[in-house]
T-cell receptor, first 114, second 115 residues
């Protein structure tokens, strides 16, 4: 079956612009995670969605970052007024449920802010 | 807070040989899971192996096995009969039982395989 997909694969944007990153989880997976992978910080948790519950936004680094998940499926991560320190690979993962169910990762979006 | 440490930024192994990647972690919890993920240049993280803390037996998946030392909070990955396709970044990760599941990762070890 289809895995987790993310788009775009690569995104180059100018400082100050807004960007949207998309994640399509595996069908039937109720849990969805966003992580950020940067050279300086390694892999960091950003946000977690579980079904129709309120998301856990505790990992978002600033209020310029937001995410939504429509219909319990597709998720969009939005970064407003991008800064150079936002340059990173943004990974999305989904799992059947939260907790210790195996997480399946997408190929990520490489964001470069110039 | 839980932390995961990988002390080897880079490792190298000859094809067909065995290599061990190190990982230590810190937690006050007694029930948790530990994982090794592989990230090839394609960027897609792939689960290699997982270990449940309450299980004393070390997990094994084909050529991959772990040495889980709960008291020492150590979780190393052994790759036997290394293949060129094993070249990748390897990340150790932690997840506590009862949590929502967000993984805590180490910084990673870059493994090179020499033909």
């Amino acid at each position: 079956g289809a895995g987790v997909s993310q788009s775009p694969s690569n995104k180059v944007t100018e400082k100050g612009k807004d960007v949207e990153l998309r994640c399509d989880p595996i069908s039937g997976h109720t849990a969805l995670y966003w992580y950020r992978q940067s050279l300086g910080q390694g892999l960091e948790f950003l946000i977690y969605f579980q079904g129709n519950s309120a998301p856990d936004k505790s990992g978002l680094p600033s209020d310029r970052f937001s995410a939504e998940r429509t219909g319990g499926s597709v998720s969009t991560l939005t970064i407003q007024r991008t800064q150079q320190e936002d340059s990173a690979v943004y990974l999305c993962a989904s799992s059947f449920q939260g907790g210790t169910y195996e997480q399946y990762f997408g190929p990520g979006t490489r964001l470069t802010v110039t | 807070a839980q932390t995961v440490t990988q002390s080897q930024p880079e490792m190298s192994v000859q094809e067909a040989e065995t290599v061990t990647l190190s990982c230590t972690y810190d937690t006050s919890e007694s029930d948790y899971y530990l994982f090794w993920y592989k990230q090839p240049p394609s960027r897609q993280m792939i689960l290699v192996i997982r270990q449940e803390a309450y299980k004393q037996q070390n997990a094994t998946e084909n050529r991959f096995s772990v040495n889980f030392q709960k008291a020492a909070k150590s979780f190393s990955l052994k790759i036997s009969d290394s293949q060129l396709g094993d070249a990748a970044m390897y990340f150790c990760a932690y997840n506590s039982v009862g949590s929502q599941g967000n993984l805590i990762f180490g910084k990673g070890t870059k493994l090179s395989v020499k033909p």
